[in-house]
């Protein structure tokens, strides 16, 4: 069972060196992910990162210059919102220019129907499984018509902990519901899941299965 509070902490006390982690994994799959989400939006649109973390790789693209096929720019706005204060504080200086909350993925401090995307990668994972379609159903709110999420979740239902998590002495959580549930979960949110893939990914020297999930709100 995850507890949010352990998690929070865990992050606040080990923020510099996940910070550091992140910064030294490439995720090839999740940057190739975010791009397909990130050229579908409008001129201007507004992007929502979901358990933001440091600020990369998600906020850093997303306050980036989107160049589309004709060459002509544009920008979105983006937001983080994450559990952890501290390592908001370095997305604070890893992307100066995001609108940054302190916020729980099942409340969002966001007014409803505000936002363009939702991405959620490697941070639904951290929340009880119950709570996982509270979170889905909270992007739902804060999505315009036809706005689109983008979701990472394990490739089969998995619950664990590492009381050493990288080698830091602080614990940390996982209860990942698959991903046939994760599409029934969107389904039931409004969403309609329009593409999707798996991937291994390498992080902290171990191989990670990770299902992305793109999904549409139905209007």
Known sequence: MVDKHVVRRSYDDIAAAYAA????????????????????????????????????????????????????????????VDISRTLLE???????????????????????????????????????????????DELARVLRPDGRVLVSEGISEWQGSNPDWLDSGSEMQWHMAGADATREQLRDAGFTIVDEWGATERFADQDERWQYLVAELDT
Do not use: K, N
Request: glycine content about 10%; aromatic content about 0%.
């Open 21 to 80: 982690e992140r910064a030294m994994g490439e995720r090839g799959a999740e940057r190739a992910a975010l791009a397909t989400v990130l050229e579908s939006l409008p001129a201007g649109g507004r992007v929502l990162d979901v358990g933001c973390g440091q600020g990369t790789p998600v906020l850093s693209a997303v306050v980036d210059e989107v160049v589309d096929e004709d060459r002509t720019e544009r920008v979105c706005d983006a937001i983080g």
């Open 90 to 136: 370095f997305a604070t200086d890893t992307v100066p220019t995001a609108s940054l909350a302190q916020g729980d993925m099942t409340r969002l401090p966001i007014r409803a129907d505000c936002v363009d995307a939702g991405i959620v990668l490697h941070s639904i994972v951290h929340l009880p499984l119950a709570e996982h379609q509270t979170c889905l």
